[in-house]
């Protein structure tokens, strides 16, 4: 005699799965499990012990297992309702919406008034178009509207690696790389071969620049499905970027920096995603450009670095220097305040108090400017630059001009001397290339007139 044929195997099997219910009912569904197998063992035709089974082994949250269960009830009794319905319930879990809703229409069929059925039915057709929606998202590259379709669809379809998958690639390339590390290392868990996962895994440390550890992560997808196209271009991609980068750094410590420009420029081809790596080889490149004097695509390359990643301060410093060196000393004193908030070091505060110094000695008149010498200029070029201006727009050359004419000159003889007068003491001099204010010491003074009258009498 087979067992399940005789009376006394059917019997023992009722006891096994009133004892599975117990447990059940108590929320013990290991105890469940076991005492449900025993009864599947003792009678394995009865499609209500493999529904059992099912029911428990989908509160332990092993779907696939379940699923297989819920097929064989409804294979010994096609007309078992329970059966289709954890069938559909579980094919709808795993995301399985198309063969969920064929399950549930069945039900639908043999009871067309199943409230349960109904409302699953539903179910199944949201998640079918929160998937079609998500498709359209990605080919869109609207990230956000993808993950929140996943959202919406892991609500319905908790089991899904597929969706989970989705949406933590979207989380990636949102670069909320925590968040998508954080779902394929769930995943990977409990499938440590799902080369998705690993692949997800690998781009995440591909966007933060660990471009080492990403390719390992590629390769092993690879080695688990040698197909995974994502895989095999996001390996190729980070190979190239970490080749021309490279490259790109060692012509710039060869002093090659226009072949170190062309090097950045072509990294910054390879992908576009890639917003940490990009923006260091955009700042990167603005440092050529320093080197190279074109300090204005310098600026617009440390912009780029910082539009992609704000709290790049490398690129911050970079660009307050060319702001420093072009004299645009109201935009180095912003990017040396952002940067000091960021980190209170004692250089940053240096930096930027010297801009802050310059910003002030810009807006005051520059008496080098006026006798229209360097700032490095000895006593003797200042004193030979003082004659040289005193004499161009003393008031007795401009006698004959309009009144505006003499108005204008007079102005710019007194600026001469006013400059000459700070320039030609050591002490007031000091005292202005350090950005001090000189009204304080009696500056030109009152005495200005005075003074150029009796320089002017010296003068041949």
């Given at each position: 005699?087979?067992?399940?044929d005789?009376?006394?195997?059917?019997?023992?099997a009722?006891?096994?799965?009133?004892?599975?219910?117990?447990?059940?009912?108590?929320?013990?569904y290991?105890?469940?499990f076991n005492?449900?197998?025993?009864?599947?063992?003792a009678?394995?035709?009865?499609a209500?012990?493999?529904?059992?089974?099912?029911a428990?082994?989908?509160?332990?949250?092993?779907?696939?297992?379940?699923?297989?269960d819920?097929q064989?009830?409804?294979r010994l009794?096609d007309?078992?309702?329970?059966?289709?319905?954890r069938?559909g319930?579980?094919h709808?879990?795993?995301g399985?919406a198309?063969?969920?809703?064929?399950?549930?229409q069945k039900?639908?069929e043999?009871?067309?008034?199943?409230?349960?059925?109904?409302q699953?039915?539903?179910?199944?057709?949201?998640?079918q178009?929160?998937?079609r929606m998500?498709?359209?998202?990605?080919?869109?590259?609207?990230?956000?509207?993808?993950?929140?379709?996943?959202?919406r669809?892991?609500?319905?379809?908790?089991?899904?690696?597929?969706?989970?998958?989705?949406?933590a690639?979207?989380?990636a390339?949102?670069g909320?790389?925590?968040e998508?590390?954080s779902?394929?290392?769930?995943?990977?868990?409990?499938?440590?071969?799902?080369?998705?996962?690993?692949?997800v895994?690998?781009?995440?440390?591909?966007?933060?620049?660990?471009?080492d550890?990403?390719?390992?992560?590629?390769?092993?997808?690879?080695?688990?499905?040698?197909?995974h196209e994502?895989?095999?271009l996001?390996?190729?991609?980070?190979?190239?970027?970490?080749?021309?980068?490279?490259?790109?750094?060692?012509a710039f410590k060869?002093?090659?920096y226009?072949?170190a420009?062309?090097?950045?420029?072509?990294?910054?081809?390879?992908?576009?995603?890639n917003?940490?790596?990009?923006?260091?080889?955009y700042c990167?490149?603005g440092?050529?450009?320093?080197?190279?004097?074109?300090?204005d695509q310098?600026?617009?390359?440390?912009?780029s670095?910082?539009?992609?990643d704000?709290?790049?301060?490398?690129?911050?410093?970079?660009?307050a220097?060319?702001y420093m060196d072009?004299?645009?000393y109201?935009?180095?004193?912003?990017?040396?305040?952002t940067?000091y908030?960021?980190?209170?070091t004692?250089?940053?505060?240096?930096?930027?108090?010297?801009?802050?110094?310059?910003l002030?000695?810009s807006?005051r008149k520059?008496?080098?400017k006026?006798?229209?010498?360097g700032?490095n200029?000895?006593?003797?070029?200042?004193k030979?630059?003082y004659?040289?201006?005193?004499?161009m727009?003393?008031?007795d050359r401009?006698s004959?001009?309009?009144p505006e004419v003499?108005k204008?000159?007079e102005?710019?003889?007194?600026?001469?001397?006013?400059?000459f007068?700070?320039l030609?003491?050591?002490?007031?001099k000091?005292?202005?290339?350090n950005?001090?204010?000189?009204?304080?010491?009696?500056?030109?003074?009152?005495?200005g007139?005075?003074l150029?009258?009796?320089i002017?009498s010296?003068?041949?």
């Amino acid at each position: 005699t087979v067992a399940g044929d005789c009376p006394c195997y059917v019997y023992q099997a009722e006891g096994f799965k009133e004892q599975g219910n117990a447990f059940y009912i108590k929320k013990d569904y290991s105890e469940a499990f076991n005492y449900y197998t025993k009864a599947i063992d003792a009678c394995p035709k009865n499609a209500s012990y493999y529904s059992n089974r099912a029911a428990t082994l989908m509160m332990l949250c092993r779907f696939r297992e379940a699923l297989e269960d819920s097929q064989q009830a409804v294979r010994l009794d096609d007309c078992f309702m329970k059966g289709h319905l954890r069938e559909g319930k579980c094919h709808l879990s795993l995301g399985n919406a198309m063969a969920a809703s064929r399950c549930f229409q069945k039900v639908l069929e043999l009871e067309p008034s199943n409230s349960q059925a109904q409302q699953e039915h539903k179910n199944a057709a949201a998640v079918q178009e929160y998937e079609r929606m998500a498709e359209f998202g990605f080919e869109k590259r609207d990230f956000r509207k993808v993950v929140y379709c996943m959202d919406r669809a892991l609500a319905l379809a908790s089991a899904c690696h597929r969706f989970k998958i989705l949406k933590a690639e979207c989380l990636a390339l949102l670069g909320r790389y925590p968040e998508a590390q954080s779902v394929a290392s769930d995943i990977l868990r409990m499938d440590p071969t799902n080369a998705d996962a690993l692949y997800v895994q690998g781009l995440c440390l591909y966007y933060e620049d660990c471009i080492d550890k990403a390719v390992q992560f590629f390769v092993q997808a690879l080695r688990m499905a040698p197909d995974h196209e994502k895989a095999r271009l996001a390996c190729r991609n980070a190979k190239a970027l970490k080749a021309k980068k490279e490259e790109g750094n060692q012509a710039f410590k060869d002093c090659n920096y226009e072949a170190a420009y062309q090097l950045y420029t072509e990294a910054l081809k390879i992908d576009p995603n890639n917003i940490k790596t990009n923006a260091k080889l955009y700042c990167n490149r603005g440092t050529v450009g320093a080197k190279l004097k074109k300090l204005d695509q310098a600026i617009e390359d440390c912009t780029s670095a910082v539009k992609l990643d704000e709290t790049y301060i490398k690129a911050y410093l970079r660009r307050a220097q060319c702001y420093m060196d072009l004299e645009q000393y109201e935009e180095a004193v912003r990017d040396y305040e952002t940067v000091y908030q960021t980190e209170k070091t004692k250089e940053h505060k240096h930096l930027l108090k010297n801009a802050q110094l310059e910003l002030k000695k810009s807006k005051r008149k520059d008496y080098y400017k006026v006798l229209g010498v360097g700032k490095n200029a000895t006593d003797d070029e200042i004193k030979k630059a003082y004659r040289k201006r005193a004499l161009m727009h003393h008031p007795d050359r401009h006698s004959a001009a309009t009144p505006e004419v003499q108005k204008e000159e007079e102005k710019k003889f007194k600026e001469v001397g006013e400059a000459f007068t700070v320039l030609s003491d050591p002490k007031k001099k000091v005292r202005y290339d350090n950005g001090h204010d000189l009204e304080d010491d009696g500056g030109f003074g009152g005495g200005g007139k005075h003074l150029l009258s009796f320089i002017w009498s010296g003068l041949h």
